[in-house]
């Protein structure tokens, strides 16, 4: 029993890392309609640039020492991902949106940035690193679950409420019309990925708070598909979806751990993603789109 | 496709090609350099995949992004079947008929090899059979992609967790069974040949339908989901066979099976062109020579050789911007247009003697 | 009032889609450009707002008293000199008025701005106004004053009645007077506010084509582009909306209308164009264009 309850908590603690991150493919999916397989690396910087910071400054701050360092890694990490984010999208991704490519182009494109951001990475450094631990586990796994869900509540206001966010969901309709509507969806694709790239950034700081370690395979391998399987189950392009995804691989990996079987948490997190999948494809909270003949 | 017309000439000039590519095999086998064999044959092997994923990909239109996990299939059963043969008739025997002193293989040897590697094959056709069924009906495009990914990741991982299929270091055919470029590229054209039967024959044309356009291919009478799984089993039988022939050419760990070698293979079909077969071979030759031999020279600079994946990251983002149907785009290689240059050429040279004479005077 | 002088559109380098096309709609006009499928009216109308590409020629709004209120007023000539034009002429609207004559009073003097600048204030807004909106890209056309109703409908499905006319007005900033507005839409489609909740793609295609055109009127334009809005419809759909456009017309605005009704369109018009694989074959009154003996063997079925 007391096995259980550790799983489940770990796993809702990894599950709302996974959501972090799956709510960034999410996003990007559901409104540009590709898939962003360069968020990973996005998580790797991330997640580096915390290390770089947290190492900075390891002796400056006092007494706020915890969450001052906390905010700063968070800070650092957003601005970074979110600048590499936009040049992506700038230089990468946007031509081929002019030239009205296919999504199989777009995801390749994808798959070439993220070869080309890993392979940077990589020519850093291959060691592993450690992060420094600024918090108990006890209060890691809070501060994780309380901004997992203030971020989903977040998000779900701005798409649903805000302008800007109504633009995004006309935009991810139909962008003839929302042109003509007066609305700039280079701007919005662009904030798109800010938003995505900003969700990934915070997820890994919130990851490296309860599992200090930081390579520069993180977010390729460590971390790897998870996020995008959860984002699918869940039901990509919808924002509860990716939560709920985000804590069930999250629930599935960590009990994989505690019951001693965490060498096959691929085969199981994979399976029941093809299982999902086969007998609901648009995901658990999906929206089933049929094609109009 | 390599001939627009089926003349005499298109048809000596493929002919003479292929004796040339193998006579290749067999020089390069002779000769003294272990290099140049690891990367002919590892060229032929690779092309034979990279075809495999272009039916796929190219011809049928869905993408996969999982054979990696087929030549994994391939790949196990046929050091499996290769161990198991070994184990039934024994070390001593296998000294006698099986090797020659050399280190070769006698008949029986070649017997061996080429039934494991059609078996395995068929193993893999029958789990593509499998794979394709589940999920060419229900899914498509980028979901199909990912779930594919997503499959080949569930054998990588039960291989890698049971010893007897592998385990962490994996398992090879810890006896010589050969494997040369002589075979690899007698299978590269024995792969080549059954695809072209099959892109000639209805169901690939039926296949091709069903790329251009789904709903018109079932109102013409295409039974699309038929052929989309026929294809996918297809496509899975040549990549098991490219797996298997890998098992003869070196020993891997499961886990080089990954992400990794799908990306691969896929970098290798799009930069040659989807849809385009010689594309393929031609584009698998870049990558792979670029792998070994490029990237070992001396005079490389350090980042290259231990950073590929840059390189591949560049090329492909290269080529999707500015060119992306590939080098081939969805031609082929054909005898006709190589002989145009030929003739081409021939002109310019005529025209050049003509000139010169007037000016001497 | 609209002008288009020497359009062309070409499709792929060798798919003469229009040729030289020119076309005038004075305010408050009703002009309808009919033709057959494929004469490219469609295209037209793309073309003017920059949804597809155009070789040559130009587009004026020639009456750009477009989106009048402060903001819009800030951002063209800066908040100082803003304030001290409102406080000279009281609203937004008047202060545009004032901008539009394009002499300059020199006797008359506002409190705070020299005569130059008041000229080169002048001169930016003639600029303004006759800006070649061919050169704006499409997401700016609707700060000019044109709003497009394009073919099909294409209403945002997934999203709600009320959030598609929210989108209509996107780019104001009066909340009040956006509110207003849309309480205006409301009365006069009763059936779009007992729908507002729902969302836009369960809506029928009459219904959809009301609130495509509602959602136009949302951006406040001075010139509504409409794309064949009967296609589709049932015939008493056909009616509604014609009537509709006949009361928008009524109201003031400056409509160009593209339709393969020829009959409808042209008994509600002022004025009309025949296009015919790329080019205008006939113009005129549209009264006259109805009696037309080959008009009325080409598309009104005599």
Redesign the interface.
């Known amino acids: 029993m007391e096995l259980f309850f550790e799983g489940l908590k770990n796993g809702l603690a990894m599950g709302s890392v996974f959501a972090l991150m799956a709510l960034g493919y999410s996003m990007v999916y559901g409104i540009v309609k590709m898939i962003n397989f360069a968020h990973s690396e996005f998580i790797t910087i991330g997640g580096f640039v915390a290390f770089f910071l947290a190492a900075l400054f390891h002796d400056v701050l006092g007494w706020a020492y915890s969450v001052g360092m906390l905010l700063l890694c968070l800070a650092g990490a957003i601005v970074v991902c979110v600048i590499i984010a936009i040049l992506t999208e700038r230089f990468a991704y946007r031509p081929l949106r002019k030239k009205g490519s296919s999504r199989i182009t777009a995801l390749i494109t994808a798959i070439g940035v993220s070869y080309i951001l890993n392979g940077i990475l990589n020519a850093i450094n291959n060691k592993q690193l450690q992060f420094p631990t600024f918090f108990d586990n006890d209060t890691a796994f809070i501060i994780s679950i309380v901004v997992t869900a203030a971020l989903l509540i977040l998000l779900t206001f701005f798409v649903k409420k805000t302008k800007v966010g109504i633009a995004m969901r006309a935009v991810s309709e139909n962008e003839e019309a929302a042109k003509l509507m007066g609305i700039n969806n280079n701007f919005i694709i662009a904030l798109t990925f800010v938003i995505g790239s900003a969700l990934a950034a915070i997820g890994v700081v919130i990851y490296l708070l309860r599992v200090p370690f930081f390579t520069f395979e993180l977010g390729s391998s460590t971390i790897g598909l998870y996020p995008f399987v959860a984002a699918v189950i869940g039901g990509i392009g919808s924002l509860p979806g990716s939560v709920l995804g985000g804590f069930l691989i999250g629930i599935l990996k960590e009990f994989a751990a505690v019951f001693g079987i965490s060498a096959w948490s691929d085969v199981i997190v994979y399976g029941i993603f093809v299982i999902i999948l086969l007998f609901k494809p648009a995901g658990l909270l999906g929206k089933d789109v049929r094609e109009k003949v | 496709m390599l001939f627009k017309r089926m003349n005499k000439r298109n048809l000596v000039s493929t002919l003479v090609a292929i004796v040339a590519l193998l006579a290749g095999c067999i020089f390069v086998q002779n000769g003294e350099s272990l290099l140049w064999t690891k990367i002919i044959s590892k060229i032929l092997i690779f092309s034979i995949a990279a075809l495999a994923l272009n039916v796929v990909c190219g011809c049928l239109g869905e993408f996969a992004l999982g054979h990696g996990g087929f030549l994994l299939l391939g790949y196990t059963a046929a050091v499996l079947i290769a161990t198991f043969t070994k184990n039934m008739i024994g070390a001593d025997f296998y000294k006698e008929f099986v090797y020659t002193t050399r280190g070769g293989l006698q008949p029986l040897g070649y017997l061996i090899l080429t039934s494991d590697v059609l078996i395995a094959a068929v193993i893999t056709g029958l789990f593509g059979f499998v794979v394709g069924i589940i999920a060419l009906g229900r899914l498509k495009g980028d979901y199909l992609a990912i779930v594919t990914l997503g499959v080949s990741l569930i054998f990588v991982n039960i291989t890698k967790n049971i010893p007897a299929l592998g385990g962490a270091q994996g398992i090879n055919i810890n006896i010589n069974l050969g494997g040369s470029p002589l075979i690899y590229g007698i299978m590269l054209v024995v792969s080549i040949f059954l695809i072209l039967t099959f892109m000639k024959s209805r169901f690939g044309r039926a296949t091709l339908a069903c790329r251009d356009d789904n709903i018109a291919a079932e109102a013409c009478g295409v039974a699309v989901n038929k052929s989309k799984v026929l294809t996918f089993t297809f496509s899975a039988l040549i990549a098991g066979l490219a797996g298997a022939l890998y098992a003869h050419f070196n020993a891997f760990k499961p886990i080089e099976f990954g992400q990794d070698l799908s990306i691969e293979l896929l970098i290798i079909v799009v930069l040659g062109g989807l849809g385009s077969l010689t594309g393929s071979i031609i584009s698998a030759g870049i990558i792979v020579f670029y792998n070994l031999w490029f990237c070992t020279r001396s005079w490389v600079p350090e980042f290259f050789a231990s950073n590929p994946k840059i390189i591949y990251g560049i090329i492909l983002v290269v080529i999707m911007l500015f060119r992306s149907s590939g080098i081939l785009g969805t031609a082929e290689f054909s005898w006709d247009w190589f002989y145009g240059l030929f003739k081409k050429l021939k002109n310019k040279l005529i025209k050049n003697k003509k000139e010169t004479p007037k000016e001497v005077e | 009032m609209l002008e288009v002088k020497n359009l062309s559109v070409t499709y792929n380098g060798n798919i003469r889609a229009l040729k030289s096309i020119n076309l005038k709609v004075d305010q408050g006009e009703l002009v309808v450009l009919i033709g057959a499928n494929g004469a490219g009216k469609t295209t037209l109308l793309k073309a003017l707002?920059?949804?597809v590409k155009c070789d040559s020629g130009s587009f004026a709004n020639l009456d750009l008293t477009s989106l009048t209120d402060k903001r819009t007023l800030n951002r063209f000539c800066g908040s100082n000199i803003t304030d001290k034009l409102l406080a000279e002429f009281g609203t937004s609207e008047k202060v545009f008025k004032f901008l539009q004559k394009a002499e300059t009073d020199e006797t008359k003097k506002i409190k705070g701005l020299s005569i130059n600048q008041i000229k080169r204030l002048k001169t930016k807004y003639q600029k303004y106004a006759t800006a070649d909106l061919l050169k704006v890209?499409?997401?700016?056309?609707?700060?000019y004053g044109v709003?497009?109703v394009?073919e099909g409908r294409?209403?945002?499905?997934?999203?709600t009645v009320q959030?598609n006319l929210?989108?209509?007005s996107?780019?104001r900033h009066n909340v009040l007077k956006i509110k207003e507005d849309l309480k205006e839409v409301f009365e006069r489609f009763p059936r779009l506010e007992e729908r507002k909740k729902q969302k836009a793609g369960t809506l029928s295609g009459g219904e959809q084509q009301m609130l495509a055109m509602a959602?136009a009127m949302m951006?406040k334009p001075k010139i509504l582009l409409l794309d064949e809005p009967s296609m589709g419809l049932s015939p008493i759909f056909v009616n509604e909306i014609f009537d509709i456009i006949k009361s928008l017309h009524a109201s003031g605005i400056t409509i160009l209308l593209v339709e393969q009704n020829a009959k409808a369109a042209l008994s509600i018009a002022d004025y009309g164009y025949v296009l015919e694989t790329g080019k205008i074959v006939m113009e005129g009154k549209a009264s006259e264009l109805l009696v037309n003996e080959d008009i009325k063997k080409a598309y009104l079925g005599a």
């Open positions: 707002t920059g949804l890209p499409s997401y700016n056309a609707i700060m709003a497009h394009p294409q209403v945002f499905a997934n999203l959030e929210e989108m209509g996107y780019r959602r951006s």
